[in-house]
């Protein structure tokens, strides 16, 4: 995107299973510069009902390196924490960086490692953001496949500051069932608005809708706010 924070930041209410997955509303957009810190809450809202927030620190160790963290949770029904996550990343253009996506389920005694390819591409008012990652299990019980999975989110900045996005989440299922028959083929897509203000608060408002297996009841809300401080 345009802006030098995070896309935005929302990880799948109705996904934990998948947790390292490139998720609705993504949260790796550019990489935020040089002693940059970033700060992005997020909350989504299912109609279980169920309400998941996120909170996201990301800092700029240089130009091209950046760290991020996360923290999810489950506030209703009952308390939770449900994820850790730690992202170390470089990017070796403006444009394009790789990841290395890992997160944690509290009380597993295993994580999902996972490579990433980040692309943020412009033409005009036009927007591309692509994320590709494979997140296999490590640890525990052992080795799993685990799932390829992408993020393509193209946006339309009608303002400078504002812009209506679609993003389109497709992942594929990769573990060994030992033959027994499962759908290994997972898509989504995430209409949305989002807005800046002084280049320093940013907002944006998304509602994720599954494509395959549709359910009206599995569609949710979510919501985040973004803010950074420092630099250089």
């Known amino acids: 995107m345009r802006r030098s924070l995070p896309l935005a ?5 109705l996904g934990w ?16 510069g040089k002693g940059v810190f970033a700060l992005t809450p997020f909350v989504f809202v299912d109609q279980t009902p169920g309400v998941y927030p996120l909170l996201y620190g990301q ?55 996972a490579p990433e390819y980040h692309g943020i591409y412009s033409l005009g008012p036009i927007e591309l953001t692509t994320n590709v990652g494979w997140a296999p299990y490590v640890g525990g019980s052992g080795f799993s496949a685990g799932s390829a999975y992408a993020l393509i989110a193209p946006e339309w900045y009608f303002t400078e500051a504002s812009s209506l996005f679609l993003e389109v989440n497709p992942e594929v299922d990769l573990v060994d069932y030992g033959g027994a028959p499962v759908d290994r083929f997972y898509l989504e897509v995430v209409p949305g608005v989002s807005t800046s203000v002084a280049e320093t608060h940013y907002f944006a408002v998304g509602v994720g809708i599954p494509i395959t297996g549709f359910d009206p009841t599995y569609i949710y809300a979510g919501a985040w706010y973004s803010i950074a401080f420092g630099g250089e």
Not at 9 to 13: C, E, G, K, R
């Open 59 to 113: 800092y700029g160790v240089s130009d091209k390196f950046e760290i991020l963290g996360g923290v999810g949770a489950t506030v209703v029904p009952g308390f939770s924490f449900d994820s850790i996550e730690l992202m170390p990343r470089y990017f070796f253009s403006e444009s394009s960086g790789i990841a290395l996506h890992a997160t944690w389920l509290p009380g597993d005694d295993g994580l999902t490692l």
């Open 17 to 32: 299973s998948a947790p390292a997955a490139a998720s609705p509303l993504n949260p790796w957009g550019a990489h935020v």
């Open 9 to 13: 930041a929302l990880v799948l209410a």
